[in-house]
């Protein structure tokens, strides 16, 4: 079974998951190496270090058609929301934007 | 009926709830990289009000503490000083400004306010200017359009439907029908309140900071960069969302660059996912 990689509150992290990057504290210090499976007193050790965003592997139970009519929803929201004015920045920003739902779809 | 003019919006000021004591004592703190956590928790003390909703918000399933929390000295503890400041500053906001009605739902300005923050905080750290004030400038940086609301609910109602209709930008619409928009009216607040200036200038640019790029302060841009980058990740996910203008200066004066920031976003959607938890909105 295919896995993705999420980012998630910590009070959203199950017991169980993996780590899909290392994670650290405010100061960039390794709390947990990436592969790490969590257990409940690693999540709480997590929080009362102040860390509030954990990559962890998720397992993907979605088809080739729901991917991509996900992607397809994706990418139309995008476009509706920059509608209108335009500018460089602006356009590199929406760039961004496409490129980070593409992949965190896919 | 006329809306109020911008003075009489200030005069009409007074009568709406202050900002509780310890807010402003928090922020007084805010660049005191000392701060004595017994003497944050006795002035938070003062307060019960605030220790209820501290409590409510750290032992939410957000922050997954196996412990509980039964005093505002343990959350210093457990939570660390950023983090239940932050929480006792937009819970106190929330709750002093807790305005729903057909046509407004502070709720919605809320969750738009937690995504600002959150973006403002990342910018941050990214660019090493100050994560806290960062925080707060994003928590205060629309309190204009709350107090243009509370003065003038049926004027306001008006502003929202006329931008719903035209799909036009808030400011527009809220020249339109006052003559003046919500980072007047905002950064006038704030100067009443007296808060930083970095502040008081941030809200009066977060639209327009072109128009004031002349005292030197970056919170101003990064404001303005917070604000079109929560639209741009659509947090919130308003049906009539649109990603406002974003001013090339500011992102050149940060040194912001989008592909390479676009590594953050992730951690940004967490990082707001639990705040909006935590608090309940």
Known sequence: ?106 | MMPPSLGQLMAHADALPSLPEIVHHLMSTLKDEGADVDTLAHHINADPAIVARLLAAANSSAFGVNTRIDSARQAFYYLGVNRVVNIIMATALIQRFDTRTADFDARLLWRHTMGVATCARVLAEEIDYDPEIAFTAGLLHDIGQVLMFTAAPNDYAHVLELRQKDDSSILSAEIEVFGYDHTAAGSLLAREWKLPWEIIEAIAAHHDPDSYNNTGSQLGDLIHLAEVLSHALDIGEQPNNRVPDLSERACANLGVSWPTFAGRFAEIEARYDGIRIALGI
């Not at chain 1, 994670?23 to 960039?28: Q, T």
Request: net charge positive.
């Open chain 1, 1 to 106: 079974m295919k896995s993705r990689i999420i980012c998630l509150a910590p009070g959203r992290v199950a017991p169980g998951m993996a780590l899909a990057a290392a994670a650290m504290d405010r100061e960039g210090r390794i709390l947990l190496a990436t592969g790490t499976v969590l257990d409940t007193s690693m999540l709480d050790r997590l929080n009362r270090r102040g860390v509030e965003a954990i990559f962890v592997h998720l397992l993907d139970t979605r088809n080739a058609e729901t991917i991509a009519h996900e992607l397809q929803r994706a990418e139309a929201r995008v476009a509706h929301i920059f509608r209108g004015a335009d500018g460089p920045a602006r356009q590199s920003l929406q760039n961004a934007i496409l490129g980070y739902r593409r992949e965190t779809t896919r």
